[in-house]
Structure formats: structure tokens, C-alpha cells
């Protein structure tokens, strides 16, 4: 074997030359030795640990993928959920507030009927999508 003229002597084997960036020939018995050392341990890995059969992974990540999926499904259920929760007591402060026996002054009509409005628009959505989540179309 000829030696690699740019290869500068202090480099290790394996290891790139830094001025021109050719490899240093790799040829020693310690090299042949670790080879052999991580040939012998992969061996007794490979048998004392078989990997899970490819049926399972793939079982496996087909449910993760459903979670996932299911997931991100109910994302809006639970906002709905959430919005109708708070339109529910905002409803019952305002029937407490209304019927209420004070002098406190009234709400605006045209605030009154957008509260109502914007009230029963969330509790429809609230009850359309617990109603298309318990009945999916098929």
C-alpha cells in the first residue's frame, strides 16, 4: 500500500486530511478487532431480544394514528362545550340580574336581543355537534 502523499503524518486513521480532505487508509488489526466486537455483540442482542412482530407495530401505530385523528375531531366538540358552559351562566346571572327585585337600571334592547341572539346561536351549535358526534353519518 502506498502512503497518501497529502495525508499529513499526525492525523489518525479514518480520519479526513485537513488539507485536502482525502481519508487516511484504515487497514489496522484494531479496527479488524472492533469489527468483530460489535458483529459478536449485535449476535447475542439479535438473540436474546427478537424485536415485536411487524403485525404489532403496525397495530400500534394504526391506533395512535386514530387517537390522533379522534383527537383532533373533538377539538371543536370541546370548544362548543366550553362556549355553551359559559353561555349557560352567563344566561342565568342575566335571568338572576333580570328578575331580580332591584332598581338597578335595565339593559339596552338592542344589547338584550344581540345577548339572546349570540346565546342561542352557541347552544344550537353546542347541540348540533354533541347530536352529529353521537349519530355520525355513515
Request: one cysteine or more; charged letters at 15%; glycine letters at 4%.
Amino acid at each position: 500500500m502506498t502512503p497518501n502523499p497529502t495525508a499529513n503524518p499526525t492525523t489518525k486513521p479514518g480520519a479526513p486530511c485537513p488539507d485536502s480532505g482525502t481519508w487516511v487508509p484504515t487497514n489496522s488489526t484494531d479496527d479488524h478487532n472492533l469489527r468483530q466486537a460489535f458483529r459478536a455483540y449485535a449476535a447475542t442482542l439479535a438473540a436474546h431480544h427478537t424485536p415485536p412482530p411487524a403485525a404489532a407495530i403496525l397495530f400500534r401505530a394504526e391506533r395512535r394514528r386514530r387517537r390522533a385523528a379522534i383527537e383532533r375531531a373533538e377539538r371543536p366538540l370541546l370548544i362548543m362545550q366550553t362556549l355553551g358552559f359559559l353561555s349557560a351562566i352567563f344566561a342565568a346571572a342575566w335571568f338572576g340580574y333580570r328578575f331580580a327585585p332591584h332598581t338597578l337600571p335595565t339593559l339596552n334592547p338592542t344589547t338584550l336581543a344581540a345577548g339572546i341572539a349570540c346565546t342561542t346561536l352557541v347552544l344550537a351549535g353546542c347541540w348540533a355537534m354533541l347530536h352529529l358526534s353521537r349519530h355520525p353519518s355513515t
